[in-house]
């Protein structure tokens, strides 16, 4: 089996016909979980806004909230254009409803820039709404009404009243065409920019059940899924008998599946009281699987396949500007290097789970999704139950990072589910088959060529990507796009793509392909800087020339625009200006700083990681500074430092620890977080982050602060030791000098 | 086996296999949740509670092994001034992003400060090296607990 290759049109889809607002329109039907909790007293003034008689607010937050802050900042972005206090406020979890809500998923950063104006003017219509209910109760023009803090006021008659006493009236008014409503100035807001924390943190401190795990339900069973270890692999049977006899156990069942890994795969569900003693039964579980030709695939075959791979042309062009081969034999100086990167694994805390109940051809879930949506497709197809008849409950989700943008989880908990009518079933994977049944991030090997005319200016680019694809086409989170930078700014420039196969799932993990490309983009321009005699900083800012839009991407129905220079300056300089950064050091001494510049996700990110370097090879970053432009509005300062700092600090863990998912014979060969490492307190240093305010719309943070950090941790450490890591997982032998 | 164990100041009676870990003893037999399930295995932290005050990972500790031992978990904690002030801290800095390991941390913030109610930064570090958070907040949680510990935090709220 080969992962099905789920671009991410396949989950943009949705999202794009919302991206202009027009899915948001204000007549649209009102929510159903949120009418249901605001209670029949409550009126509804859109999907998004209802107001109890008592003037107690009811927004609804359509996202799933994965950690990424969505659950608090679409709110307040309402609140704030509604003009009510934060604390009048009380947040509801929308059901996933695409009719009601449009794109409900998390991912690719795009909640922010998708949803800023639709949030806006949500919280708009209802204003207005209720300023007409009121004028129209004084019979005084609406225009002569000013509104704050859920009152509206008529000043020149001094009245004044709650928006709780005309919310039932404005209910009935006909919603004005948002694109007529003037929204608020900016120096205005008085929610939106204002440091804010999660709505659902006092419950989390005090460890009241909130996520998918926690789900409970009269009656429930808990259930493990075995799967074939090697990926691909199909049942042929079990001992299924012996295991029904072990303590705790209700019923052991064989499931079939499909070849699709983000769908229902073949399994084993084994159901009982109580989650450790299921998993604990799983140790007598003997299935004898079909392997089919999957075992085949291994670490080391990758390694020498890509090898041949390289040794020859690339199969295919992504993009070829000019001609970069001659331009390459007319250098006056030509640098190469060949860089590699391993798999990885989301590794989300909370491992994967999900609830589900069948009942009288109903399937209703409780799924920590990243795409519920798409959930209920894969549901649908692989259990022959109408999208209608299912019912998918948004739970808080114990870390995201693209792992759940997949509803593999969501098929197996639906399926043995309707092995049991009437009872519901909780899911919970091991740590050991969260390691060992992930989407991984794919590995890759890139042949890099460039060359310098007699002044040092780049005049030619190349790289030969080596990645993992099926009938031409890379898998998931294996592709490369035609505007990876340089391109665009070199006049002579190629990529290519050659491909080998994998029965590995890949999927889209935090900062998908730009994770690994800064990586091996900025290490190499760091290289090629070098080649010139400057310094990294100093090479972009000349690529990048006058300030200007370059080209982007063509999505379905969504452009995703291209590099703004200017922009792309405008971080470089500031991070440069707060580093203190002294160019190039003249010999390596074990302590240096590195810089990489990257934009991904719309959001352009410039930092510089400050290193110690023991002479055994340890690598100790002493200090950060990051500098990000995501256009005019920080909406929720709070949670954006956060992110930022969170983003960099994945990326150390990526860059440090020697975490590589490695396989043998098919299957994954890590299990638990002793062979696959995540960072710890001890590895963070001090962390500056500085938001340059730009004239554009607000984008995401969720990732585009990732990226640079590990070239930028990787070029320090080639400043400190002259050793130059072109290969991960690292090894502190890599760069030991003693 | 039957058994009688303290958890939360409170006499509860159950009956579970001795060697089934306290973390399964608390989320599927006495319906406490709020004790996180993340590795099993001791490495991650997110099942933290206090045995006797101690920070304990209940994924390691089988029921059979508790004894007249008392139990706290993260639904009580907050009944202890230490505990109460460093919940606080966490809502006050925003600590948390996804939330899963918090309860985890909160409870070796606590055991540590009930034992070193000033520690170093060195301390801190050493004391919650053994708590993943994958969302990685740990910038936030060191300043929280130092707010707890009562110095003033580094940095404003938003930093």
């Known amino acids: 089996m080969q992962a099905e290759t789920l671009d991410r049109r396949g989950f943009l889809k949705v999202s794009a016909l919302a991206g202009g607002g027009l899915m948001l329109s204000a007549s649209l039907p009102l929510g159903g979980a949120m009418a249901k909790e605001a209670g029949a007293a409550a009126a509804m003034l859109n999907a998004y806004v209802a107001i109890a008689a008592d003037g107690a607010v009811t927004i609804t937050a359509k996202n799933p909230e994965i950690g990424q802050g969505i659950k608090t900042m679409l709110p307040m972005i309402i609140a704030d254009e509604l003009d009510v206090d934060w604390d009048q406020v009380k947040i509801e979890q929308a059901l996933s409803n695409p009719a009601i809500y449009g794109a409900q998923f998390a991912g690719g950063s795009f909640a922010t820039p998708m949803n800023w104006d639709p949030m806006r003017q949500m919280g708009a219509v209802a204003r207005d709404m209720l300023v007409r209910a009121a004028a129209e109760g004084w019979g005084v023009p609406a225009s002569e009404c000013t509104t704050g803090s859920g009152k509206v006021r008529h000043q020149a008659s001094g009245r004044e009243i709650g928006y709780g006493a005309v919310a039932a009236k404005a ?57 074939c270890p090697v990926f691909g692999g199909k049942f042929k049977s079990a001992n299924l008998d012996a295991v029904m006899k072990q303590p705790g156990v209700t019923r052991a069942v064989a499931i079939r599946g499909g070849d699709v890994a983000d769908g229902l795969v073949d399994g084993v569900a084994i159901l009982g009281s109580n989650w450790w003693l299921v998993n604990k039964a799983r140790e007598t579980l003997k299935v004898e699987w079909d392997h089919g030709d999957n075992a085949r695939h291994s670490t080391a075959g990758y390694a020498e396949q890509a090898a041949q791979l390289l040794a020859k042309p690339a199969a295919a062009d992504v993009r070829r500007d000019g001609d970069p081969e001659a331009a390459l034999k007319k250098a006056a100086k030509t640098v190469t290097a060949r860089y590699e990167y391993p798999f990885l694994h989301h590794s989300t805390l909370e491992p994967q789970n999900c609830t589900a109940l069948y009942k009288d051809g109903k399937m209703e879930i409780w799924a920590p999704s990243q795409t519920p949506q798409s959930g209920r497709e894969i549901v649908s197809k692989a259990l022959g139950i109408p999208q209608e008849a299912i019912t998918i409950h948004m739970i808080r989700i114990g870390g995201g990072f693209g792992r759940r943008l997949m509803n593999d989880y969501m098929a197996q908990a639906a399926a043995i589910a309707k092995e049991m009518p009437g009872t519901p079933v909780k899911l919970l994977w091991s ?30 680019f190349a790289d030969h990507f080596v990645t993992f694809g099926k009938d031409g086409k890379p898998l998931t989170g294996a592709n490369i796009g035609p505007t990876e930078f340089p391109a665009g700014l070199v006049s002579d420039l190629v990529i290519g793509q050659s491909m080998m196969a994998s029965n590995l799932p890949t999927g889209f993990m935090r900062a998908p392909t730009s994770n690994a490309f800064a990586y091996v983009f900025q290490s190499f321009l760091d290289e090629v800087a070098e080649a010139a005699g400057k310094d990294l900083p100093t090479l972009i800012l000349e690529l990048l020339g006058e300030p200007r839009q370059l080209p982007g991407m063509e999505f379905p129905g969504r452009k995703m625009p291209g590099l703004h220079t200017g922009r792309a300056r405008g971080v470089v300089e500031r991070v440069v200006a707060l580093s203190s950064w002294q160019g190039r050091p003249s010999a390596h001494t074990g302590r240096a700083k590195g810089f990489a510049f990257y934009f991904s996700h719309l959001g352009y990110f410039a930092e510089v990681v400050d290193v110690s370097v023991s002479p055994e090879g340890e690598v100790k970053p002493e200090k950060i500074w990051i500098v990000g432009d995501v256009g005019s509005q920080i909406i929720n300062p709070s949670g954006a430092y956060n992110q930022v700092r969170g983003a960099a600090i994945d990326g150390l863990g990526q860059s440090l620890l020697g ?20 960072p710890r307190i001890d590895i963070v240093p001090p962390i500056e982050v500085e938001f340059l305010k730009t004239d554009n719309p607000p984008t995401g943070l969720g990732e585009p602060a990732l990226p640079p950090v590990i070239p930028a941790l990787f070029n320090a450490v080639y400043a400190a030791t002259g050793k130059r890591v072109r290969s991960l997982p690292f090894q502190p032998e890599m760069v030991a000098t003693a | 086996m039957r058994y009688q164990v303290t958890i939360n100041g409170k006499a509860r009676k159950l009956d579970a296999d001795p060697e089934m870990p306290l973390l399964w003893v608390l989320r599927d037999e006495l319906g406490m949740p709020g004790t996180k399930y993340g590795c099993g295995a001791g490495l991650c932290g997110a099942c933290t509670v206090h045995v006797d005050g101690v920070a304990t990972r209940a994924c390691q500790t089988p029921v059979g092994s508790i004894g007249k031992a008392k139990v706290t978990t993260i639904e009580a904690i907050g009944d202890t001034p230490v505990g109460a002030k460093v919940q606080q801290a966490w809502l006050d800095l925003d600590v948390m992003q996804c939330g899963y390991c918090q309860a985890g941390q909160i409870m070796s913030a606590t055991a540590l400060l009930a034992e070193n109610p000033k520690p170093s930064d060195a301390d801190i570090d050493a004391a919650m090296a053994g708590n993943i958070c994958r969302c990685a907040t740990y910038t936030r949680i060191r300043q929280a607990i130092r707010q707890a510990a009562g110095a003033s935090a580094e940095t404003h709220h938003a930093g």
């Open chain 1, 659 to 678: 975490a590589a998912v490695t396989q043998a014979d098919g299957r994954v060969e890590q299990s638990n977080f002793h062979d696959y490492p995540v």
């Open chain 1, 431 to 460: 740590r050991e088959d969260d390691t060992r049944h992930g989407f991984y991030r794919p590995g890759g090997w890139h042949e890099f060529r460039a060359g310098l005319d007699k002044k040092g200016r780049l005049t030619a």
């Open chain 1, 171 to 227: 209910a009935t008014l006909k919603p004005a065409d948002p694109a007529t409503l003037k929204l608020k100035d900016p120096k205005d807001y008085k929610i939106i920019g204002k440091p804010t924390g999660g709505v659902d943190s006092p419950r989390i401190v005090k460890g009241q059940p909130i996520f998918g795990i926690d789900t409970v339900l009269p009656g429930m069973l808990h259930a493990i899924y075995e799967t």
